[in-house]
């Protein structure tokens, strides 16, 4: 699992209000990518890392910000919950050594 | 920006048949990797692989990149093997280089 861990695992909030998810990695990747996963569109990008505090915008970046001002925390933050952004949340990593990408356990989010 | 094309989109097997999922991709790419999401949501890497062919127990995986596509080979299917398999391709430069998903095969193999 690449010593990724997502919270929360699990969260039900209502339209307008903050939220924000966060992404731990313990073994100190550079790369660091939030997607969202919604059936009939698979897993699309939202935001990615390259380093702290450089970030920028993947294919559905509208509605989210995130940070990261720490090597192993990136956080996704909805300024104002909308319903359309129900999803499940996946955090990955970029391994150094390979290149090869690795995925957190997900966090579903239900905006009522 | 890149396709990626998954076929076949669902796929009904008995434990013990064998199968092969394939990937096409419309542009040149850096890499590509092959995942499997487990019916409880879990997203696992089972390959890495620009080009050639990989094994790893009863999987194998083949890209031919300069046709762009790869192929993903199970083996006498078990119970377990059910479930979603992406296929995604590496592109881009250095900082900005990213997977681009396809839509996934939907796996279910029955005891």
């Known amino acids: 699992d690449a010593g990724i861990t997502q919270s929360p695992r699990h969260k039900v909030t209502e339209t307008g209000t903050p939220v924000t998810l966060r992404c731990h990695q313990t073994?100190?990747?550079?790369?660091m990518y939030w997607y969202r996963q919604d059936p009939g569109h698979g897993l699309r990008l939202i935001h990615y890392?390259?380093?702290?505090?450089?970030?920028d915008k993947g294919e559905v970046s509208d509605g989210y910000s995130v940070s990261r001002s720490k090597t192993e925390d990136f956080l996704l933050t909805l300024e104002s919950a909308t319903s359309s952004q129900t999803s499940v949340y996946f955090c990955a990593i970029r391994s150094s050594g390979t290149d090869t990408q690795y995925f957190g356990p997900g966090t579903r989010l239900t905006v009522l | 920006g890149i396709q990626v094309e998954q076929s076949p989109p669902d796929l009904i097997l008995q434990e013990g048949a064998n199968s092969t999922l394939r990937c096409n991709f419309s542009?040149?790419?850096?890499?590509l990797q092959w995942f499997h999401q487990n019916p409880w949501g879990q997203l696992i890497n089972l390959f890495y692989?620009?080009?050639g062919t990989k094994q790893n127990g009863r999987l194998s995986a083949t890209t031919v990149a300069t046709e762009r596509y790869s192929l993903l080979y199970i083996s006498s299917s078990q119970t377990t093997d059910s479930g979603v398999y992406f296929c995604?391709?590496?592109?881009?430069?250095?900082?900005?280089?990213?997977?681009?998903f396809g839509e996934g095969t939907q796996l279910t193999v029955n005891p």
């Open positions: 995604a391709v590496w592109v881009g430069e250095t900082s900005g280089s990213r997977l681009t």
């Open positions: 073994e100190n990747h550079r790369y």
């Open positions: 542009d040149s790419v850096n890499n």
């Open positions: 890392s390259y380093g702290v505090k450089d970030t």
């Open positions: 692989i620009p080009s």
